[in-house]
Nanobody
Framework: QRQLRESGGGTVQVGGSLTLSCAVS????????MGWFRQAPGKEREFVAA???????DYADPVKGRFTISRDDGENTVTLQMNFLKPEDTAVYYC?????????????????WGQGTQVTVSS
């Protein structure tokens, strides 16, 4: 069973930037599709971004042009660079992995999850 651990959350002012990282233990990372989801208070968890093993990328509309997902197969990490942050980006951000190679926007398609990291954007 692979383990996922997020880091990099925190509090930032509107317009600022944060970089989230997800470290994945175990084998097979290079064949995994990885995703980031978020959940704001009182709301359902929502898709943010995903990356396939061969670097096909997908982004939710609210973050396009502001967030960038990337992966380092040598380090078994996936990163979410978040720029021009807005108050509505405030949420707990989760890293997720799936053994299929293609990206997905559905959280049910992901079998492994991190514990989450809080991102707060203050105005």
């Amino acid at each position: 069973q692979r383990q996922l651990r997020e880091s990099g959350g925190g509090t930032v002012q509107v317009g600022g930037s944060l970089t989230l990282s997800c470290a994945v233990s175990g084998r097979g990372f290079a064949t995994y599709a990885m995703g980031w989801f978020r959940q704001a208070p009182g709301k359902e968890r929502e898709f943010v971004a995903a990356i396939s093993w061969d670097w096909k990328l997908d982004y939710a509309d609210p973050v396009k042009g502001r967030f960038t997902i990337s992966r380092d197969d040598g380090e078994n990490t996936v990163t979410l660079q978040m720029n021009f942050l807005k108050p509505e980006d405030t949420a707990v951000y989760y890293c997720a992995g799936r053994s299929e190679s293609s990206v997905s926007r559905m959280d049910a398609d992901y079998t492994e999850w991190g514990q989450g990291t809080q991102v707060t954007v203050s105005s």
